[in-house]
């Protein structure tokens, strides 16, 4: 187990930038997460770290040692891959066993290596098959066992459950972050899939275009997240942008939406947002989860409002609206019960304390 | 929360980082010093034909520096292909081979549509079976063949031994099942919806054999054709057997037994022949090669 | 029984019309147009190269101006014949011994091949694939001549380093290394663009995962490539071994079997005998000769091949 730091790292690929300057610094034990939109540059971070990739620029350094080009197999790393990467023609314990008889570990230890991991995975009937007979559930198990038995400096996963079905996927993640609550191997951990960032990690690291956007705990960036790709990045459905401006009426500040609507601030608020010109454009960004019906009585900060519904999705625990506000589509989950429909209007109400106000040039959030 | 308990009671190695960048260098300066050495071996007798056929008999005897020519001279090329003699070589293995690669061609490509979209009784066997025809070598079949066609020619008349077109019946045996092979390979990697989106669009058997499966894998007809066309043309044996009289001989056979009279041998228009001789697979080889190695790799990987 | 006579006649009335109307029906079935598609094929086999096999036995049995039969009685000539063991044993050396070189250099050059950047790849590849294209007989003329006693090019090189003229062609042994060299010259790039193929089949990521577990260059070519080749390795091989085995262009031309019959192989004896010594049916024999050897090859091999199927 050590630390893990990136200093500056930069790749490039004959004139293209792909990682553009990362700085880094993962704590030992630590599980941090990658995540990004396609091409963000998160796996060839990930790649660097593991030496698969030249590092165009910058340090990484594993355990304080700078290992820009030290070969993979001298990093004491170790990884499982989005294809699993199993040596089809050895069975799952030769597969497990491979780097330790490379080392020429001795035949006991091995044996009891095996033994452990495979007890950990729930694979340990399956020791003696070919990678052929295993599903894609079992195959990934044992290329964690492979990383496990190793007992390396750092694990790194690329992308490991984007092959495997949606059920099996959320059963993977939990067993992912069993192993990790066991072994306390700092884990770096590269995902296109938010809630996987989300559920798992100690840290995000949130990627775009070859940069970091923002670095956090998973409650951070829900929250408070610095820009609106951020924003827009985490949580499912995602947040809700829309256009609106500041004005004061009668010496309190308030959002105006349209011409009807118009919220005015929460307390705290009011005092944040107090030096933004009122002519700049603004973005509101509110969660769907902070758009439900209105309800009976009222609460500081919460405000109410008509709305009339395009499309209702019923989920059966939540029904997800879909209205128009300003030209912008809002999405709001109101109750199953709560009398939606196509079509038909429906009094909603607006939790602006967890309200966002963005820039709509910068994409800063206020 | 049990912590694992995985203890490092492993052989500790000394930590000696190696280096990636140096181990690639290296990994390259041997890569390109071992495949110079293969250059040279594999492309010296080539360049040795090469050399030899510029150079006059009185330099060739002189016995001066082989490797280098001092004088050199196109006379044994234009001896060559001023000579009837020769150039009815070459006329006769081009048609030869010509004709068979057409043959070859109408053969196995509706065999290998066949075999490899439609299931026929016995479509399996027949499949295994133009495989297994592979063990059996020419050089089992040329005494069985060269009986059958001396007993036809007595019984019908008609003249089967030492007549250049008995090599059309015969060169096919050695090129149809490969290129069906080739073919089928091709075929079967063309995705089963395009048949089901013809049918729908009304096409029969056939037309979807020559406007969908034709054009789509052409690259495997070409690479088909060249095989066909260049172990026609580098056959040896055959001809060798079947063929005797001077106006029926194919290249191979011709530059070997007409160039060698005896004990004479005019080594500059011997090696001249043999480099005309083989030309036309090298200029296919040179302008199509990848479907050259497309044709050689598809039996393999694909099979 | 008289009845069912009756019955059985009246029934098969109206099947031989049933039978006529569906005759047309056969013939525009799916499964007879594809038949006939694959007929050409299956007739020239047939008649090309399954009936010549068994005419080929026909003949061995039978004597040489094939008037009477004589059973195994050319096989036992045969078997009494010195050249004739000479023969089999030159035959099965020459194979194994070339196959074996040429898969090794072949696989080598393939792997050096592969690791130079794809750019240069064609170009290395296009070269080193010559000796394969240019048709065996005329590159066997070439390698004549460089073997020749008096004017030898290797020879003259030799001089230079003190090493005495060398009877390439002349020497029963030395004849026996030019034959199986000039074999391994011609077909060792068949090997190379097979492996290379193969090479290029071999997911990255297994080489991946090889180099975090901690494997070198050469861990990772005995424990990820080559198992993974095993298939091609073992069907490229027994090709070879057929087409080795069964040569006939080389020994020929370079040789003509000598000297003193010690190059001569099966193909190359049975020309002597069969054709030149217008003795068709002990030619017969002695080609036949190489098809159980032949055969036992093929089924240890494609036995290995159908025993581990498809790993991937």
Redesign the interface.
Known sequence: MAEVNLRKVIKRYDEVEAVRGIDLDIADHEFVVLVGPSGCGKSTTLRMI???EDISGGDILIGGDVVNDV???DRD???V?Q?Y?????MTVAENMS??LR??RYPKAEIKSRIDEAARMLDIVELVDR?P?QLSGGQRQRVAMG?AIV?NPKVFLFDEPLSNLDAKLRVQMRIEIKKVHQKVRTTTVYVTHDQVEAMTLADRVVVMNHGRIEQIGTPTELYHHPATRFVASFIGSPAMNFIPCQLEDAAGKPQVRISDKIAFPLPAARAARYQKIPRTDKLLLGIRPEHITEASAHSEPGVESFDAVLDVTEPMGMETLIYFTLQGAQVCGRVNPNAGAQDGAPLRLAVDLNNMHLLNEVTGAVL | MTTLTIDKAGPTRKTKYGSMSRDRAW??R???F??VI??V??????I??LI?SLKTSAE?SA?T???WVFHPTLENYIGLLTSNQFLRFFWNSAIVSIFVVSITM???V??A???S???????TV?GT??FL????????????????FAVIGDVTGIQLINRWYVLL??Y??LT??FC?WIMIGYFASIPKELDEAALIDGAS?FQTLTRIFIPVALPGLIAATIFAF?VS??Q??YP??FTTSTDQLV???G??TTLIKGDV?N?GQ??TG??L??AP??II??FL?DY??AG??AG??K? | MADVALQSSRTAGTQTARKQSSLRSVLNR??????L??L???V??AT??I???F??IH?ATLNKSMARFIGLGNFEFLFKRETFWLVVKQSCIFAITAVIFKAV?GF??AH??H??PAKGQ?K????????W???????T???L??F?P??S?FN??LSFFGIGPIPWTGDPYWARFSVILVNI?VG???FM??YL??LK?V?D??Y??????????W?RIW??TL??M?N?IA??TL?SL??T?????IV??LTAGGPLDHTHI??TW??RV??EGSD?PL??SV??F??PI??VA?IFILRDISKRG???
């Not at chain 2, 071996?41 to 080539?46: D, V």
């Not at chain 2, 070598?137 to 060269?146: A, D, G, N, R």
């Open positions: 593991a030496g698969l070969p993979p197999k790393i170790a990884m891959f294809n990467a199993l040596y089809p023609h491979f780097g490379l080392k070919k052929k492979r190793r | 990994a390259l041997w890569s390109y071992f495949l293969f250059a071996f594999f492309l010296t007798p080539p040795y034909m030899t060739i016995a520096n082989p490797w109408l053969i196995s509706p065999a549509f066949a075999l979209r439609m299931r026929f009784w016995g479509s027949l079976g133009v025809t592979y063990l059996i070598p020419e050089t089992l079949l040329f005494i069985p063949l060269f009986k059958m019946i015969i096919p045996t149809v099942p069906t058997w260049t043309w580098a040896f044996l060798l057997v290249m191979p056979v530059i070997i041998f080594w011997i090696m043999a480099l001789g083989a697979p090298l080889y040179a090669m050259y190695i050689l790799t393999a990987t099979g | 799916k499964s007879t147009i594809a038949f598609m694959a050409p094929l299956i020239l086999i090309l190269v009936y010549p096999a005419y080929a003949l250099i080598i050059v050096f091949v690791n130079i064609r290395w590849r296009g070269m080193l694939l010559v000796p294209v240019i048709p065996p007989a005329m590159s003329l070439a390698w001549w460089l020749d008096s004017y090019a003259y090189t010259w060792a790039p068949f663009i097979m193929a193969a089949s997911p990521q297994l991946e995962a090889a180099a975090i577990d901690g494997a070198n260059w861990q424990y990820v198992p993974m095993r091609i069907i490229t090709f057929i087409v085995f069964a040569n006939f262009d020929r031309i099966f193909a049975a020309f069969g054709i068709i030619g017969a080609s036949l190489m098809v032949l055969a093929a498809n790993e991937a």
